[in-house]
């Protein structure tokens, strides 16, 4: 991607819920890379993040992510992987079977390659055969980031804290 | 004051660039994950037991009826292929009632719907996926039993090939009116999950609106003569003329009305014979309303929640 062409460019964006304004006529254009985005409590970066990733509509204004619009446009998700704080897994599934089924949604196939790549870049190919519910906090958002961003996404994606 | 200064590591991202089956294979996956939800496949003894003993329960009059006809030769008449739906509607719909909000009240309560919904896959997509595997036990279910129903049947039959030739409209109308039972009971029990997040809510509301709408059903076509025990002799139905149109208040009965057209039934098995007074069309009518705005609600609802 060209440094003309932003990964994510958003538009004169404002989102209120009722009376309350959460994000007031942001505008950004973001690069290929890393970046992060802080701010105090309250400042919004979640309602930016949840538009960025198509999860929250704008109340006003536009994102666009790779191109495309992120709200209402599942085709976007072939090409970024979303990993959000809140999002839980099925304790049931083991970690290798949770990043398979998650392959499995990204339309890979086949998937056994991707996948060891993913749990190996999060480092847990020795725990991938247990249940996810028995995995401590750090393994399982290891685990989730694997699923999320690891084996189908392009490398554009989101965290969402 | 000193710099602090990151360091970025860069552990080998590799993204994927090899082939893509499109949305269809996501569908598939949610569709597979509903199927083994459902059954407790892949999961422990606890999760299977429920499903299991339910389905027993439901293939458990088949076997019997299939192995009284074939013990007795045939000599004893049992009930036909209409009356096997009404004998399981019971427990399907417990059945339904308890299993199928597992398909979707835990994604909602413990927030895993949003994995799907950071996924190429529509809301459409992840209810209709859902809807079709548990619509495909039901379906398999309904149909298995009618299978070994149907098989105990033909053997018990003096001349097998006879009995087929002169029943073969029975497989066609198993089919149909199995269609028509699994889409109602896949339907009502999801509606009703997505306003709630607890199963235990759901099957409660569930069995409610089946006994309820059943005593109703019961209250308002009741014969005026007490002596008479049931509706297929003389009825004089409390409500007059009404009362047919009163015997469709009852949901358990909205499938069965429509099983009985299919199965051309005038007598075996019919629940309510009173609504066969009414143009065939109401019944089909009724069903094809109820189903149709119970998906409606749900696909709405789903929605509003994903809005």
Redesign the interface.
């Known amino acids: 991607m060209s440094s003309q062409s932003p990964a994510i460019d958003v538009k004169g964006v404002s989102k209120w819920f009722g009376s309350v304004v959460a994000v007031n006529d942001v505008s950004f254009q973001v690069q290929p890379g890393?970046t992060g985005l802080l701010g105090p409590n309250g400042a919004g970066k979640s309602t930016i993040l949840h538009m960025l990733?198509?999860?929250a509509?704008c109340s006003e204004g536009e994102v666009t992510v790779l191109g495309q619009p992120a709200r209402g446009n599942?085709?976007?998700?072939?090409s970024i992987g979303?990993m959000?704080e809140?999002?839980?897994?099925?304790g049931?599934?083991s970690g290798r079977?949770f990043v398979e089924?998650?392959a499995?949604?990204?339309?890979?196939?086949?998937i056994a390659?991707?996948v060891d790549?993913a749990i190996g870049?999060v480092g847990l190919e020795d725990a991938q055969h247990r249940k996810l519910g028995g995995y401590s906090r750090d393994m399982r958002q290891r685990m989730r980031l694997a699923a999320?961003g690891g084996?189908?996404?392009?490398?554009a994606g989101f965290g969402i804290g | 004051m000193t710099q602090r200064t990151g360091e970025l590591f860069d552990l080998g991202y590799q993204h994927y660039d090899g082939p893509r089956e499109g949305r269809m294979r996501a569908r598939k996956a949610v569709f597979f994950d509903g199927f083994r939800t459902t059954l407790g496949l892949g999961r422990g003894a606890v999760a299977k037991a429920l499903p299991m003993l339910l389905f027993g329960a439901a293939m458990a009059p088949a076997v019997i009826l299939a192995l009284i006809a074939s013990l007795t030769d045939g000599l004893l008449e049992i009930p036909g292929h209409p009356l096997y739906y009404e004998i399981v509607s019971t427990v399907l719909l417990i059945f339904a009632a308890i299993i199928a909000p597992e398909l979707l009240c835990p994604d909602r309560r413990n927030g895993v719907i949003s994995l799907y919904l950071v996924r190429p896959l529509s809301i459409t997509d992840y209810l209709a996926a859902r809807w079709l595997a548990f619509f495909a036990i039901t379906l398999l279910l309904v149909y298995s039993g009618q299978i070994v129903l149907l098989a105990g049947l033909v053997l018990s039959a003096a001349d097998p090939l006879d009995y087929l030739q002169e029943n073969w409209l029975d497989i066609p109308r198993i089919l149909a009116a199995g269609f028509v039972l699994a889409a109602f009971i896949t339907t009502l029990p999801l509606a009703v999950s997505a306003f709630t997040d607890r199963r235990a809510i759901t099957a409660a509301v569930v069995i409610d609106i089946f006994i309820i709408s059943a005593l109703a059903d019961e209250i308002l076509t009741e014969c005026d003569n007490h002596g008479d025990s049931g509706r297929s002799g003389e009825c004089d139905p409390i409500t007059g003329d009404a009362a047919k149109w009163f015997a469709l208040v009852g949901v358990a009965g909205v499938p069965g009305n429509v099983n009985q057209i299919i199965f051309n039934a005038d007598g075996e098995g019919q629940r309510n014979p009173i609504t066969s007074e009414l143009p065939k069309i109401v019944p089909i009518g009724w069903y094809l309303i109820l189903t149709g705005g119970l998906g409606g609600a749900l696909w709405l609802r789903y929605r509003r929640i994903t809005a």
């Open positions: 890393i990733t198509g999860k509509s599942p085709e976007i998700y072939w979303v959000s809140h999002e839980a897994v099925y049931f599934y079977e089924f998650t499995r949604l990204h339309g890979l196939d086949p390659g991707p790549r870049l999320g084996p189908g996404a392009r490398p």
